[in-house]
């Protein structure tokens, strides 16, 4: 089965940090970019970050310092360490193929390619 699934999302004290994973089956992701995406509750999604099938990063303003995104293609699988969180950070994670990586004034696009996984809760409160 072709898919993308994340894991990894909790409850998470305000300047704690977490690790999230995105894993494929049923393909290989060293070949894409992947996107995290977010949806807080009565927010609109928004881009995260983007890394290029080669490694190149791409955070939005907001994550810069605090995120960082890297790949394990022995694992099929690319992750997103999250510290320094906030309680702003409060959303459904989800992780997605994306077409290219690409930013805009401080944001990340949406490029989407084929996949998307199911998403991930991470809660920050104390």
């Known amino acids: 089965q072709v898919q993308l699934v994340e894991s990894g999302g909790g409850l998470v004290q305000p300047g704690g940090s977490l690790r999230l994973s995105c894993a494929a089956s049923g393909f290989t992701l060293d070949a894409y970019a992947i996107g995290w995406f977010r949806q807080a509750p009565g927010k609109e999604r928004e881009g995260v970050s983007c890394?290029?099938?080669?490694?190149?990063?791409y955070l939005a303003d907001a994550m810069k310092g605090r995120f960082t995104v890297s790949r394990d293609n022995a694992k099929n699988t690319v992750y997103l360490q999250m510290a320094k969180v906030k309680p702003e950070d409060t959303a459904v994670y989800y992780c997605?193929?994306?077409?290219?990586?690409?930013?805009?004034?401080?944001?990340?696009?949406?490029?989407?390619?084929?996949?998307w996984g199911k998403g991930s809760l991470v809660t920050v409160s104390s």
């Open positions: 890394i290029t099938s080669t490694g190149n990063l």
């Open positions: 997605a193929t994306q077409r290219y990586c690409a930013q805009r004034a401080g944001r990340i696009l949406n490029t989407p390619g084929d996949y």
